[in-house]
């Protein structure tokens, strides 16, 4: 069974991240609960990374920060060329890669269909 990806809800204010933190940096609230993402989101930047560490295969990796409704924000894969800011994806949580055989989940962004 594929995880779910990881978010959080501030219980005092409901500012919504995407890792677990301490305090809201909203409020300094300092209880979560778990919380759903939508299926899109607006891409803010992207860049490419050609020196990429041990366990990838490709040549080199397109990377993105992404901004959901609600003001949460990721960082992942950009799977498809043509991408720029302002562009609407649509998100993923989905393996990314193997690390001993295991898979590593993370966001990817595609296009949005």
């Known amino acids: 069974m594929q995880p779910a990806p990881p978010?959080?809800?501030c219980s005092n204010c409901g500012r919504t991240t995407t890792y677990a933190r301490l305090r809201c940096l909203n409020c300094r609230g300092e209880t979560f609960e778990a919380a759903a993402l939508p299926d899109t989101a607006t891409l803010l930047t992207l860049t490419e990374i050609h020196q990429l560490p041990v366990g990838f295969d490709e040549r080199f990796l397109r990377v993105g920060i992404v901004e959901?409704?609600?003001?949460?924000?990721?960082?992942?894969?950009?799977?498809?060329?043509?991408?720029?800011?302002?562009?609407?994806?649509?998100?993923?949580w989905e393996p990314i890669r193997d690390s001993d055989g295991e898979p590593v989940y993370g966001f990817a962004f595609y296009p949005e269909a």
Not at 76 to 92: K, L
């Open 7 to 9: 978010a959080y809800k």
């Open 68 to 92: 959901f409704a609600g003001g949460a924000r990721a960082m992942g894969w950009v799977t498809f060329e043509g991408a720029e800011t302002g562009t609407q994806v649509e998100v993923r």
